[in-house]
Each structure stands twice: as structure tokens, then as C-alpha cells.
């Protein structure tokens, strides 16, 4: 495992199972919650990925980068998908409960924002940070309202892998030899292609941490009448996400609000209102072939479904900031560092927002000598 300075890695035993986490060297355990920051990666990833955005953090926070079940250090346990990312937040539960933490400021990623919508759900935070994050309505099947286009979820969950991906994954290809390397899925679908970073080799050691055992990356699938002939399976990682088992619009309806941050790119490939991983998109572009037509197989609105239902729980009595970064891909993290840490730091109470409309200012020149 690549650590980059000041980074220290250790795994600890839950009442679930043994849990690969990231700390900062110097970090103090009696941090109190307000305090305390939790960051939870994405799908094909996992806490190697937040490593630059650790180190700019204030050295007065403590912080904690999460491997979910089956990536990164993790035990390499199956995940019931019918339980949505319920294994997934309940083995965060078990972790900050192993490491003392009642609750925290949570920030996830992508899948990951989904995992901290549903820890939300069932235990208090004192923020929620949501980059990049999958809708409150799971990925891909459904209309602008959440509804499921069919019963079974057709076109949605582990059947939907690319095999090729999958294997080069458990080969550990760290090459760029082909669309379906890791390496090439990072330039294509994670970051924009303005993104020059120096640490792309580590990007793509966290990807392939992935777990493909059987009940984890990507998961089962079955066979369907729909278009595109398979649906969702009931293990794996993919079919968490599927709407039958997967919905967080709940959160509007909590009786006690968290703020909430969200973090999102225009040039995002994977989590759109247009997104090159939604079949019914691809299908709509004569990519996959057979399409039934935008009446019964729609691209899911990705991104307009969260600004709804965050609207709605602004329109509920909840806080909700947005940061959108245009022309910045899947991963603002890595892109504009410092836009997410400042805005991390003001939803969770670190600095003082800005007063809107902003006061009149005056200039006060001092001299060198002053």
C-alpha cells in the first residue's frame, strides 16, 4: 500500500467485521465529534483515494478514511444487496463505534454519498457532505419522481459490468492498454481531462483493491423480458444501488436536519442527468442497440433528482449548501482541492460563512514598519 506522508494505515476488529482505515499521524483520539471528520469512498476505489485531501486538512481535526467491505484493507466480506448499502453503513457504525465516536461530520463520495445518506437514516450526524453522490433513488431505472421503470429493475445492477473491466480488475492491469483498464476508466470516467495530478498511480492501486469475489464487485444479475434483457440481482456491490432495494429520499422526513454540502462537477461522466454509465442513456445513443424508446426506458435524471430532493429538505427546515465546479469531472476532491476543503470546513462549522449579500468594505493601507 502507497501511503503519502503523514498518512498511517491500520484495520480494526468490529462486532461485523475487521475494518481498513486511514488516520493522520498526530491526529489526537480525544477529538471531540464536532470536530471529527469521516470520508467514505466510492464504488472501484477506497480510502487510498482521499490521501491528498487528509494532509490539507487543519491539523487541529481528526480525521478518518473508512475502506468500505471489500476494498482497500477491508475484510473482503459478500454484501446483500437487498439490504441497499445497508452492510456498507452499518460497518461504518461498527468501526466509529470500535474507535470511540459517537457520531461525526460524514463526507462520501459517489456510492459513498449514498452510505452516509443511509447512515443518516439510522444514526445522528453532525453534517453530511455529499460529492459526486449517487441519487437518493439509486442508480439508474427510474423517472424524475424516483419511480422504478419496471418491477425487476431491467438494465440496472451487477449484470450491467463490463466483464472485460471485471477482469482486468482481478488482474491487477495497471495499464492503459485498453478502454476497459482501470487506468483508462480513471481518465475517462473519474476526472475531467483538464486533470494533470502527479499521483495517478495511486489512484489506480485503490482501484484495484477491489474486491471480485463472488458477493462483492459487481454482483450478481438475472435474466429479464426488458430491454436490455437482465436485471438487478439481490448480491454485490452493483445492485445495492438498484431502486428496489435502494432509496434515501427519506432523509427530508428526519426529525433532526444535519446540514448538508453538496459537491458536484458539470463534466461528471458516471453521476449525470445524462451519465455514459446509464444503459438507457447509451441505448438512447444507438450505442447499445435495441432501445425501446424514451417512453418506457428514459435516462435517469441523476443530478436533477438530488437537487430535488435536497429542495425539498431545504423547503423542510434543513440547511443545504451547493458547490457545482464547472467543467470538473466525478472526483472534485481531487480536481479543485481547495474549493471542497473550504467548503467542507464551513459546512461542518470550522470557519465562518461568508455574509450574504457581502458588507460594504473599506481599504486600510498599513505601512512596511507597521
Given amino acids: 500500500m502507497t501511503l503519502l506522508d503523514g498518512i498511517i494505515s491500520r484495520v480494526i476488529d468490529t462486532d461485523r467485521l475487521a475494518v481498513?482505515?486511514?488516520?493522520?499521524?498526530?491526529?489526537?483520539?480525544?477529538?471531540?465529534?464536532?470536530?471529527?471528520?469521516?470520508?467514505?469512498?466510492?464504488?472501484?476505489?477506497?480510502?487510498?483515494?482521499?490521501?491528498?485531501?487528509?494532509q490539507d486538512l487543519p491539523a487541529d481535526l481528526r480525521v478518518i478514511a473508512i475502506d468500505l467491505r471489500g476494498f482497500g484493507t477491508s475484510e473482503h466480506a459478500p454484501v446483500d444487496a437487498t439490504r441497499g448499502v445497508r452492510d456498507?453503513?452499518?460497518?461504518?457504525h461498527a468501526a466509529l463505534t470500535?474507535?470511540?465516536?459517537?457520531?461525526?461530520?460524514?463526507?462520501?463520495?459517489?456510492?459513498?454519498?449514498?452510505?452516509?445518506?443511509?447512515?443518516?437514516?439510522?444514526?445522528?450526524?453532525?453534517?453530511?457532505?455529499?460529492?459526486?453522490p449517487v441519487s437518493p433513488y439509486g442508480f439508474g431505472g427510474t423517472r424524475r419522481d424516483g419511480s422504478r421503470l419496471t418491477d425487476d429493475d431491467a438494465g440496472v445492477g451487477g449484470g450491467g459490468a463490463n466483464p472485460d473491466f471485471v477482469q482486468r480488475l482481478a488482474d491487477h492491469d495497471t495499464t492503459?492498454?485498453?478502454?476497459?483498464?482501470?487506468r483508462s476508466v480513471f481518465r475517462s470516467g473519474?476526472?475531467?481531462?483538464?486533470?494533470?495530478?502527479?499521483?495517478?498511480?495511486?489512484?489506480?492501486?485503490?482501484?484495484?483493491?477491489?474486491?471480485?469475489?463472488?458477493?462483492?464487485?459487481?454482483?450478481?444479475?438475472v435474466a429479464s423480458e426488458n430491454w436490455p434483457g437482465f436485471a438487478a440481482g439481490t448480491t454485490g456491490v452493483?445492485?445495492?444501488?438498484?431502486?428496489?432495494?435502494?432509496?434515501?429520499?427519506?432523509?427530508?422526513?428526519?426529525?433532526?436536519?444535519?446540514?448538508?454540502?453538496?459537491?458536484?462537477?458539470?463534466a461528471d461522466a458516471i453521476?449525470?442527468?445524462?451519465?455514459?454509465?446509464?444503459?438507457?442513456?447509451?441505448?438512447?445513443?444507438?450505442?447499445?442497440?435495441?432501445?425501446?424508446?424514451?417512453?418506457?426506458?428514459?435516462?435517469?435524471e441523476m443530478v436533477s433528482q438530488t437537487r430535488d430532493v435536497l429542495d425539498a429538505?431545504?423547503?423542510?427546515?434543513?440547511?443545504?449548501?451547493?458547490?457545482?465546479?464547472?467543467?470538473?469531472?466525478?472526483?472534485?476532491?481531487?480536481?479543485?482541492?481547495g474549493a471542497v476543503r473550504q467548503a467542507l470546513l464551513a459546512v461542518i462549522g470550522y470557519i465562518g460563512q461568508p455574509a450574504f449579500p457581502a458588507p460594504p468594505t473599506e481599504a486600510i493601507i498599513l505601512s512596511s514598519s507597521d
Fill in 313 to 337: 429538505y431545504r423547503a423542510a427546515g434543513g440547511e443545504v449548501a451547493e458547490l457545482e465546479l464547472e467543467g470538473v469531472g466525478h472526483a472534485p476532491h481531487l480536481e479543485r482541492p
Fill in 88 to 92: 456498507f453503513s452499518d460497518d461504518v
Fill in 238 to 266: 452493483l445492485n445495492t444501488m438498484a431502486p428496489r432495494y435502494f432509496d434515501t429520499s427519506g432523509i427530508v422526513e428526519l426529525p433532526v436536519k444535519p446540514p448538508i454540502l453538496w459537491v458536484h462537477g458539470t
Fill in 176 to 182: 492503459d492498454e485498453a478502454p476497459t483498464s482501470p
Fill in 20 to 54: 481498513g482505515i486511514l488516520e493522520r499521524e498526530g491526529d489526537d483520539a480525544a477529538t471531540p465529534a464536532e470536530r471529527t471528520v469521516v470520508l467514505i469512498h466510492g464504488n472501484v476505489s477506497s480510502s487510498l483515494f482521499w490521501q491528498e485531501f487528509m
Fill in 271 to 300: 453521476v449525470s442527468d445524462t451519465s455514459f454509465y446509464d444503459l438507457n442513456h447509451l441505448g438512447a445513443l444507438g450505442i447499445i442497440p435495441g432501445w425501446p424508446g424514451e417512453e418506457i426506458a428514459p435516462a435517469q
Fill in 190 to 221: 473519474y476526472v475531467s481531462a483538464d486533470y494533470d495530478g502527479v499521483n495517478e498511480d495511486l489512484w489506480v492501486e485503490s482501484m484495484l483493491t477491489t474486491s471480485t469475489a463472488e458477493g462483492n464487485y459487481p454482483g450478481d444479475g
Fill in 98 to 132: 470500535a474507535l470511540g465516536i459517537p457520531t461525526a461530520h460524514l463526507v462520501g463520495w459517489s456510492m459513498g454519498g449514498g452510505v452516509v445518506m443511509q447512515y443518516a437514516l439510522d444514526h445522528p450526524v453532525l453534517s453530511l457532505t455529499l460529492q459526486a
